[in-house]
T-cell receptor, first 114, second 111 residues
Framework: EAGVAQSPRYKIIEKRQSVAFWCNPISGHATLYWYQQILGQGPKLLIQFQNNGVVDDSQLPKDRFSAERLKGVDSTLKIQPAKLEDSAVYLC????????????FGQGTRLTVV | GNSVTQMEGPVTLSEEAFLTINCTYTATGYPSLFWYVQYPGEGLQLLLKATKADDKGSNKGFEATYRKETTSFHLEKGSVQVSDSAVYFCALRNNFNKFYFGSGTKLNVKP
């Protein structure tokens, strides 16, 4: 079974530029999550999708971050404009809607804003 | 609210030593509990899980028991190996399928 795929693996941009991350979840997983992991901290949820609908985006800085999940499969997360404090690893995870299942994580995209 | 607190690291042990990483949680409802492991440059991998009180999750020699009375899910291993060096995250999933993570505990195992 293929895992969660994310791209790119690494990205370096200047502040005020824009950037986009892509995620392809495990086939058949209805729930998709985007997490931000700042160095030395645990992952923090940015947004949670169920199919192509948003379940929770309360922690998403909507003035600069946006995310979509067209057709309930792939997802993109965008930052525009980026700030220095956005430097982090952005993790995508997916989960089956079956009871008692865990979230499966991709390898993440390491973003450095200079 | 929901939150997870785990012991700060780094934890440095010699090979074959006994490992305990403490984890406590605060949750509404009946959460499921997880331990994830993160190796350098990689995403999080599930290590073990427990879905209800008194359940014991186990995998690769690691164990953790869901203790509702103490709201804890401590990770243990009887004999660590160098290959266990990684960052370990305790997490809970609430009734809305939202995951909350602790801050992580880095484990260094020396030969």
């Amino acid at each position: 079974e293929a895992g969660v795929a994310q791209s790119p693996r690494y990205k370096i941009i200047e502040k005020r530029q824009s950037v986009a991350f892509w995620c392809n979840p495990i086939s058949g997983h209805a729930t998709l999550y985007w997490y931000q992991q700042i160095l030395g901290q645990g992952p923090k949820l940015l947004i949670q999708f169920q199919n192509n609908g948003v379940v929770d985006d309360s922690q998403l800085p909507k003035d600069r971050f946006s995310a979509e999940r067209l057709k309930g499969v792939d997802s993109t997360l965008k930052i525009q404009p980026a700030k220095l404090e956005d430097s982090a690893v952005y993790l995508c995870a997916s989960r089956s809607i079956s009871k008692d299942t865990e979230a499966f994580f991709g390898q993440g995209t390491r973003l450095t804003v200079v | 609210g929901n939150s997870v607190t785990q012991m700060e690291g780094p934890v440095t042990l010699s090979e074959e030593a006994f490992l305990t990483i403490n984890c406590t949680y605060t949750a509404t409802g009946y959460p499921s509990l997880f331990w994830y492991v993160q190796y350098p440059g990689e995403g999080l991998q599930l290590l073990l899980k427990a879905t209800k009180a008194d359940d014991k999750g186990s995998n690769k020699g690691f164990e953790a028991t869901y203790r509702k009375e103490t709201t804890s899910f401590h990770l243990e291993k009887g004999s660590v190996q160098v290959s266990d060096s990684a960052v370990y995250f305790c997490a809970l999933r609430n009734n809305f399928n939202k995951f909350y993570f602790g801050s992580g505990t880095k484990l260094n195992v020396k030969p």
